[in-house]
Every structure is written in C-alpha cells, then in structure tokens.
C-alpha cells in the first residue's frame, strides 16, 4: 500500500476527514472497520463527520486497524496570524 501524505489534525472533523479518507484508500468499509475494531459502525460513521468524540483508546484502536499511527509534530504558525 502507497503511503498516505500527514495531514495536521486541529479539530474532530479534520480528524474523522483523515480517518475516512484512510479507511477508503484500504478500500474498507465503516462496518468492516467496526468488526475489526469492535466499534458500531454509526460511530465510526459520526466520527468521520466530526460530530462526536471518542476516547484517545478508540481513535487509536481504529488508526491502527488502518495501519496508521498518532504522531505530534510541532505546530506549524500560520503566516497570517499572530
């Protein structure tokens, strides 16, 4: 599998936008993720909206699923804002 450009994570719905786009390029689908995780799938369907909040655990258990892992980087300023 091709590897998947980082993505800053500010928010839940960047969050869930990086997740989702994760899960379609392993071409797997909400519910093939959730059997895989033990997450029903309409959470996993929230969390790629951005509209609800899960446990760091649950984030992670679904990252890893997707072959993916949480890292921290430094905040990179925006050049307008001060």
Known sequence: MTSL???PIRSLRQAGTVLKARRAARKISQKQLGEMT???Q???SDIENGVV??????????LEALGAE?????????????
Do not use: E, N, W
């Not at 909040?53 to 679904?62: A, E, F, G, N």
């Not at 949480?70 to 001060?82: E, V, W, Y």
């Open 5 to 7: 450009t980082p993505h």
């Open 38 to 40: 033990g997450t029903a």
């Open 42 to 44: 309409s959470t996993i």
């Open 53 to 62: 909040s899960v446990s760091l655990d649950v984030y992670l258990r679904l």
């Open 70 to 82: 949480l890292s921290a980087t430094d905040r990179i300023a925006d050049p307008g804002h001060r």
